[in-house]
Nanobody, 119 residues
């Protein structure tokens, strides 16, 4: 029902920046909470940031002041600007759409994009 495709991952050194993108089909931004989640090796998938259709954002404490989530409705694209990267940011990052409309319910995930930060 909802397809999410991430891009923009890669390898950077500490202090560097990356911008992740997530394109989707349809109008999910208007009815779903969009977000980014990170899963480090051997750990659970954790919330990084979310954004609602009205533009309200949340961030994990570990990324506040360094990461910025945004969306371009015209391009059906969600972004995560990642600055001042740390080695502990290394993870697979997943784009998610969490939908609770009567006609569209469920949690939808992209395939993930690897971010590796080295010292």
């Amino acid at each position: 029902q909802v397809q999410l495709v991430e891009s923009g991952g890669g390898s950077v050194q500490t202090g560097g920046s990356l911008k992740l993108s997530c394109t989707h089909s349809g109008d999910v931004f208007r009815i779903c909470v969009m977000g980014w989640y990170g899963q480090a090796p051997g750990k659970e998938r954790d919330l990084v940031s979310t954004i609602t259709s009205s533009g309200t954002t949340t961030y994990a404490d570990s990324v506040k002041g360094r990461f910025t989530i945004s969306q371009d409705n015209g391009k059906n694209t969600l972004y995560l600007q990642m600055n001042s990267l740390k080695t502990e940011d290394t993870a697979v990052y997943y784009c998610a759409a969490r939908c609770r409309a009567t006609w569209l319910k469920g949690d939808f995930w992209g395939q993930g994009t690897q971010v590796t930060v080295s010292s």
